[in-house]
């Protein structure tokens, strides 16, 4: 028999999917900021892995001499980003929704069998429940991220009269390099959340828009052999 | 009194009793949704909305990024809206605005030994630095004309500071000059200050920047002529150029030929092209 299960609040999914345009448009924009002086490669001893972007990629995007544009934009979207992600963290801890969510002290070791369960190296399914291990520790980490990308950009916006800020993250340039490195990490997020999510299958993916999940219940056996009490409890 | 109530109160049960089955037969029993309908009717619902609302967004972000450029004048080349968040965001900002907020300083051996120069707008090629005067535009109409021995008397303030390019390269540089606040004193120019904002131009006129005079007043705004202990040279504005750390690099003109005060925003070269017109940091 099928049975609604009720999964994601309302507002979760909404500041869920309202980031997924504000942060594609930060990303843009700030593409549109870092062209004007693209000067980060990833190097270890001495030899240069990565240069970020290659000029077809900033061809292809029309990035080029839009640095003054990239940069209303991005001082725009920002409060957008900043209330969305402060409507969500508030959310979490008011509702209480954040039991489900900040991985406990099993998360770590759990996360590891979650891990090897979905490259199919391991048989067993670690224990569900709304979010598995890995999805706690990934889901507190963009949370996590998102504030870094906050405070560095603050420190890279105002670094004079946000000193402090500018300290925390070791001084302006770091900032820099850091509110940058934030942004390669949403990337690497996003092609995972969405192989996950194609994975996961359609009840999954419906449950961040309509909130609810699908599930079919056994009917209870005619003759039931549990005691009483079980009963209760099931019930 | 009381004896009345008893009366009054049988009626008026007999009055709830009858609304009551009034409107008990108005809420016939409805046959209760299967699952299937519910979700059904739950999916409808939300992903309804969902596309609603989310070409609603892309309507918006369409109407943004097709939004027509504000009018050119004082600033210029932004999208109108764009322009109205950035005047908004200096409001904002003003407000965290303080003189005691300094600009971190740097060990002299930090200082980078070449100094990256960007542009020569407004400051290319040799000048006659004996022939040169800063020309300072009082309120009164009143002229003066300084030359730089003059305004090397004045005690010295030396900084290194990570200066900021609005590109996104910064570099920790050695300026040494005097210093904005301290010049303003001794030409007894006290009375300009009240004005709302500095507007500085280069010689030929060619580059142009207006700073707000808090940031002008602030302490480490200095005007500049030496770089590593040097006189400047001229690629980096001799003989005088401006290095004010709480604002971008282009506000930072190079090679000062005239400086004036104005309640209004005066020219600045970059806010006409798009960029904010505040540039603060």
């Known amino acids: 028999m099928k049975v609604i299960k009720e999964k994601h609040p309302l507002l979760m999914r909404w500041t869920h999917w309202v980031n997924f345009p504000i942060l594609s448009i930060m990303i843009w924009s700030g593409l549109l900021i870092y062209w004007a002086n693209d000067t980060y490669t990833f190097t270890i001893f001495s030899v240069t892995f990565i240069r970020f972007f290659p000029q077809g990629f900033y061809d292809a995007l029309h990035i080029p001499r839009r640095l003054a544009e990239g940069m209303a934009f991005h001082f725009l979207f920002m409060w957008f980003f900043a209330l969305n992600g402060f409507l969500y963290v508030s959310y979490t801890i008011i509702s209480g929704q954040w039991r489900e969510l900040v991985p406990n002290r099993h998360s770590f070791k759990e996360a590891w069998r979650v891990v090897l369960h979905d490259l199919h190296i391991r048989k067993m399914a670690p224990p569900q429940n709304k979010y598995n291990a890995a999805q706690r520790i990934a889901y507190t980490a963009i949370i996590v991220m998102g504030f870094g990308s906050l405070i560095t950009g603050l420190a890279i916006y105002k670094p004079v009269q946000f000193n402090y800020l500018a300290w925390i993250c070791g001084g302006y340039h770091l900032a820099r390099i850091w509110h940058f490195v934030l942004t390669i990490g949403y990337v690497l997020f996003f092609l995972v959340h969405v192989v996950q999510v194609v994975l996961a299958g359609w009840n999954n993916f419906r449950s961040v828009i309509s909130g609810f999940e699908v599930i079919d219940e056994k009917p209870l056996p005619a003759i039931q052999i549990q005691s009483d009490e079980t009963n209760e409890k099931t019930e | 009194m009381k004896s009345r109530c008893p009366l009054f109160k049988f009626k008026a049960m007999k009055l709830t009793k009858k609304l009551s089955k009034v409107f008990s037969r108005n809420k016939a029993p409805k046959r209760e949704l299967t699952v299937e309908q519910k979700i059904s009717r739950r999916n409808f ?121 609005v590109e996104g390269w910064d570099q920790i540089s050695h300026w040494g000059g005097v210093k904005f606040s301290d010049f303003i004193a001794h030409f007894k120019l006290d009375a300009e200050t009240r004005f709302e904002y500095v507007g500085m131009e280069t010689p030929d006129k060619e580059y142009y920047v207006g700073v707000d005079m808090p940031s002008a007043m602030h302490p480490q705004t200095l005007l500049a ?31 000062i030929g005239s400086i004036s005060f104005s309640s209004n925003r005066p020219p600045d070269y970059w806010a006409e092209q798009g960029y904010d017109y505040y540039a603060g940091l």
């Open chain 2, 225 to 255: 002529y030496e770089v590593n202990e040097k006189p400047l040279p001229p690629k980096h504005g001799a003989p005088l150029r401006l290095i004010i750390p709480v604002k971008y690099g282009i506000k930072n003109l190079k090679r």
């Open chain 2, 45 to 165: 619902i939300s992903f309804g909305s969902f596309l609603v609302l989310g070409g609603a967004a892309y309507g918006g972000w369409r109407w943004l990024y097709t939004s027509p450029n504000e009018v050119p004048g004082i600033t210029g080349e932004a999208h109108k809206p764009l322009r109205a968040v950035l005047n908004a965001n200096e409001k904002v900002v003003r407000q965290l605005y303080s003189n005691k907020n300094l600009v971190k300083t740097y060990p002299k051996e930090m200082a980078a030994k070449v100094v990256r120069h960007n542009s020569d707008i407004g400051s290319e090629g040799l000048i006659d630095i004996d022939a040169w005067k800063l020309s300072v535009k009082k309120h009164t109409g009143e002229m003066l004309n300084i030359g730089i021995d003059e305004i090397k008397k004045l005690p010295k303030t030396e900084i290194i500071y990570d200066f900021k390019c």
